[in-house]
């Protein structure tokens, strides 16, 4: 079963969609939930046409998690205007699917911005988090990315990196898959400075760059943060 919902955000007046896609195990609809922050250039209707975003839906609802993805557009790379639309997604799901269990997110990309910096702001909100290929220093992301330039462009970056911040440190379990050789978002600055702040689960993937043909991405990373808070 499948809904998609106009969601409103409080802050902005603005909407968002959001669609959830439900487990067999979950007919009622009251289940853990796993939310997608997707990654630059992507959205809801790539979890439906998209091999490799088709898998993390197919792993999500084989453990019993309830699939939602918001459409954040270029906001995903982590905007004020990103982390409250996620605020909205997680705050509805949560009242409206999970019944209070918190949400684990699972970021890709550029994603992973509007993820750390959400969860570091409520990390009681957020049960884990799973990061694929996933951008944690903003200002490597603007140094090498133009869609990430045009995201903040005349938006004030100051106090929003969360790798200056360290404000993850230890609060949630975070689940990492990163290539050796992504020089899209290049791991040393990312993955695995991350890592190295949070002590975050990292599985790096020999001769893997950024891209959606490798689905090594999902052999062992996803399977610990899921396994925490399913209904398999």
């Known amino acids: 079963m499948t809904r998609q919902i106009g969601l409103t955000i409080p802050q902005t007046g603005s909407q968002r969609e959001l ?47 309830a699939f939602a993805v918001l459409q954040n557009g270029r906001d995903t790379y982590g905007t004020d205007e990103g982390v409250a639309n996620v605020h909205a997604a997680v705050v509805w799901l949560t009242g409206n699917i999970s019944h209070g269990i918190p949400v684990t997110l699972w970021a890709a990309s550029a994603g992973g911005i509007c993820a750390w910096r959400y969860a570091a702001a409520h990390p009681e909100k957020i049960r884990a988090i799973i990061g694929t290929f996933a951008l944690y220093d903003l200002d490597c992301g603007l140094r090498l990315l133009q869609s990430c330039r045009d995201a903040w462009s005349g ?55 950024h891209g959606t043909g490798d689905f090594r991405y999902y052999e062992k990373a996803p399977h610990p943060a899921l396994s925490r808070c399913g209904n398999r």
């Open 19 to 65: 669609k959830i896609t439900f487990p067999d195990s979950c007919p009622d609809g009251a289940c853990p939930v796993v939310l997608a922050l997707h990654g630059s250039g992507r959205g809801i209707g790539d979890y439906d046409t998209v091999p490799f975003y088709v898998r993390q839906k197919e792993i999500s609802l084989g453990y019993g998690y």
């Open 155 to 209: 938006k004030d970056t100051s106090g929003r990196n969360p790798a200056e911040n360290r404000a993850l440190d230890g609060k949630i379990p975070i689940f990492l898959a990163h290539g050796t050789d992504d020089t899209a978002v290049p791991p040393e600055p990312n993955a695995c400075r991350l890592a190295a702040d949070t002590g975050a689960y990292l599985h790096m993937v020999e001769k893997g760059v």
